[in-house]
């Protein structure tokens, strides 16, 4: 059972745009939640990442909305850039556990 | 800035032998992960060590087994091979002691890439 849904496996934008990452999960323990970005032939890099007790956060470009209500998050990234193109990892973590479950990844291509 | 060190990048077994994959974290960081990434999917947790005593575990195979030295680097053992163990291996490390005890924002390596013949 997928407790990270990105329901979404692909998405494409114009440079300079905004992208718009959504990410849904269905356990309500999770109480962490980050966003990886990933390219070919690379591991996962940490982009962004909040807590249950907040509801936004921002770095730079990159801003991750929550809504534990719905049980929903979003990356918003922009500007977007051709460089932001790759595979999206939305993951979760329970308080008490390390690990760290998964989404099945989205792949934003920017245009230029 | 150092980053996780794996090696090999790629390995070719075939079915029954062994292999070992090999991390070494971020310095200074005292947590290692292991995942899983078949094809297509979404990396699976596997098991993770924290100052070399194992912290948690997720969906690792009986076949295989981990650990963690003192100097913090952590193996893979993996014996008895199978068609479909064939996947990309990530290792993570993170400094525990962040956000309520534990670090979530785990740093990854660039993956092994096991292929089994």
């Known amino acids: 059972d997928q407790q990270v849904k990105q329901n979404s496996p692909s998405l494409s934008v114009q440079e300079g745009r905004i992208s718009i990452l959504n990410c849904d999960y269905t356990n309500s323990m999770f109480d962490y939640f980050l966003w990886y970005k990933k390219y070919p032939a690379e591991g996962p890099t940490f982009l962004i990442s909040i807590s249950s007790i907040k509801d936004k956060n921002e770095d730079g470009r990159f801003t991750v909305f929550l809504n534990k209500s719905a049980k929903h998050l979003s990356l918003h990234i922009v500007p977007s850039q051709p460089g932001d193109s790759a595979v999206y990892f939305c993951?979760?973590?329970?308080?008490?556990?390390?690990?760290?479950?998964f989404g099945k990844g989205m792949k934003l291509t920017v245009n230029p | 800035a150092a980053g996780v060190i794996q090696s090999p990048r790629h390995l070719i077994k075939e079915k029954r032998e062994t292999a070992t994959l090999k991390c070494y974290p971020i310095?200074?960081?005292?947590?290692v992960y292991w995942y899983q990434q078949g094809p297509g999917q979404d990396p699976q947790f596997l098991i993770s060590?924290?100052?070399?005593?194992?912290?948690d575990k997720g969906s690792i195979p009986d076949r295989f087994s981990a650990q963690q030295f003192s100097d913090y680097h952590s193996e893979l053992n993996m014996s008895s091979l199978e068609l479909g163990d064939s996947a990309l291996y990530f290792c993570?490390?993170?400094?525990?002691?962040?956000?309520?005890?534990?670090?979530?924002?785990?740093?990854f390596g660039p993956g092994t890439r096991l292929t089994v013949t």
């Open positions: 310095p200074r960081h005292d947590t």
């Open positions: 993951a979760a973590a329970q308080g008490g556990s390390e690990k760290l479950v």
């Open positions: 060590f924290y100052e070399k005593m194992q912290s």
């Open positions: 993570a490390s993170s400094l525990r002691g962040g956000r309520s005890p534990y670090s979530y924002e785990q740093y």
